[in-house]
Nanobody, 125 residues
Framework: EVQLVESGGGLVQAGGSLRLSCAASGFTFDDYAIGWFRQAPGKEREGVSCIGSSIGSIYYANSVKGRFTISSDNAKNTVYLQMNSLKPEDTAVYYC??????????????????WGQGTQVTVSS
């Protein structure tokens, strides 16, 4: 059974940090790229970041570049999203998703085969 399980969300003040985790199972982790998306109330789900199996295959949306860092622990089949300098506009449900590698066109939701259930991130001003 394929599973993507997010954790690490919560409530934080503006300027604070959170680290999200995405634990994957049920598929060959090295064959897939893992993306992070977020969806705020009343807004479209948007691609935030992606990491692929190739060295250097990392992408960020302009809105999070310089503040968020994606990383992967292949031994644990887990991808992390370190979020620093959080802003109220980062408030959303964050989802991880898996697509066949590489990350190309990572921001298109339809490219992803598997999705997690999401974790809420709330940034207070």
């Amino acid at each position: 059974e394929v599973q993507l399980v997010e954790s690490g969300g919560g409530l934080v003040q503006a300027g604070g940090s959170l680290r999200l985790s995405c634990a994957a199972s049920g598929f060959t982790f090295d064959d897939y790229a893992i993306g992070w998306f977020r969806q705020a109330p009343g807004k479209e789900r948007e691609g935030v970041s992606c990491i692929g199996s190739s060295i250097g295959s990392i992408y960020y949306a302009n809105s999070v570049k310089g503040r968020f860092t994606i990383s992967s622990d292949n031994a644990k089949n887990t991808v992390y999203l370190q979020m620093n300098s959080l802003k109220p506009e980062d408030t959303a449900v964050y989802y991880c998703a898996a697509k066949p590698a590489p990350c190309g066109s990572y921001y298109y939701r339809t490219n992803y085969r598997y999705w997690g259930q999401g974790t809420q991130v709330t940034v207070s001003s």
